[in-house]
């Protein structure tokens, strides 16, 4: 006869070790492995849509709110800004000086925000003091004239509070010297570049290239699944879909399904599809296919695969 109480026990046990389980899942969720342009949907605020076999990675995104947008008004965190409105202060990064929802270019309402220059120099012997929440106009630190200067000894160096400094273990990272840091480069003191502390804004400066539905792009060296791009790929009269041709069951489950193309200007792209290349300045030497849709992975050749300086006279 078997044991109640052992049934029971039994129970607990198994419902521990799913929670345990999901725990571990989700703390060995590495993005930097997953394909697309992962951080621009986030900052947009697409919805991820992922597989039964994966709840890490996303396959594609929603992103139909962006659809139908006023192009007479700034979009910001789900929000719509008129004309002549001010960002308001509390979604604002330290950085984001006067940002007004202006006219824009090509009569596409966007933001136009203070130029910043953040260029300026200490005395010898000392330092800018520098703070995660401030921009700029940091106060200059001379460690000979202080006592009782907190300090920070990492990788054999040490680092007086405010200095910032990026672990030779954790290149990601952007850390600053503080009172209490002990040598763990956790928050207050280390902020994670790719993490939701240094979002990619893309409708705060991406105005145009939204509507537009151009794609972001990428430097060889940058990882588009937890990076922002610092550089766009927009249709021009010479773009053209280099069309696949689907070769496995998904690829030919997807075709006809809109849920699964990528749209880049107003051309449509399948799962696998590229774009020709070299076709202006922002596409020579630079990759896109859709991967994960609705918009194209753009990224830039290496050297020794591509010359960049090689390329047709354009308009």
């Not at 012997?125 to 006592?147: F, M, R, V």
């Not at 993490?195 to 794609?215: Q, V």
């Not at 990882?223 to 689907?246: F, G, H, I, W, Y």
């Not at 990759?287 to 006279?313: F, G, I, S």
Request: aromatic letters at 10%; hydrophobic letters at 25%.
């Amino acid at each position: 006869m078997i044991n109640k109480k052992y049934i029971y026990t039994l129970q607990v046990c198994v419902f521990l070790f799913s929670i345990i389980s999901a725990d571990e899942q989700s703390s060995i969720c590495d993005k930097s492995r997953c394909k697309g342009p992962v951080k621009y949907y986030e900052s947009l605020g697409c919805t991820p849509i992922y597989s039964d076999a994966d709840n890490c990675c996303p396959i594609r995104f929603n992103c139909d709110h962006l659809k139908g947008r006023a192009r007479n008004k700034c979009y910001y965190r789900g929000r719509a800004y008129e004309i002549g409105e001010a960002l308001e202060a509390e979604n604002t990064l330290p950085c984001d000086i006067n940002c007004v929802c202006s006219e824009g270019w090509k009569d596409i309402a966007s933001f136009s925000c203070a130029e910043v220059d953040c260029f300026g120099l200490a005395d010898p012997g000392c330092y800018l003091k520098s703070a995660h929440n401030q921009c700029c106009d940091w106060p200059q630190i001379c460690p000979a004239n202080e006592t009782n200067l907190a300090t920070c000894e990492l990788d054999g160096k040490t680092y007086y509070d405010g200095q910032p400094f990026t672990p030779t273990s954790e290149p990601d990272l952007y850390c600053i010297c503080g009172p209490g840091y002990t040598g763990q480069n956790v928050e207050p003191f280390c902020k994670n570049r790719n993490s939701e502390s240094y979002p990619c804004d893309a409708d705060l400066r991406g105005a145009y290239d939204i509507h537009n539905n151009c794609t972001p792009a990428f430097y060889i060296n940058q990882n588009p699944a937890t990076e922002c791009n610092l550089m766009s790929r927009c249709q021009n009269k010479n773009d053209e879909v280099l069309k696949r041709t689907a070769t496995t069951k998904t690829e030919l489950e997807t075709i006809d399904n809109p849920d699964w193309t990528c749209i880049f200007g107003n051309l449509t792209m399948n799962l696998g599809d590229e774009l020709n290349q070299g076709t202006h300045y922002d596409s020579v030497c630079i990759r896109c296919v859709c991967e994960v849709p609705p918009y194209p992975t753009c990224q830039r050749l290496p050297d020794n695969e591509c010359d960049v300086t090689v390329h047709a006279k354009f308009d």
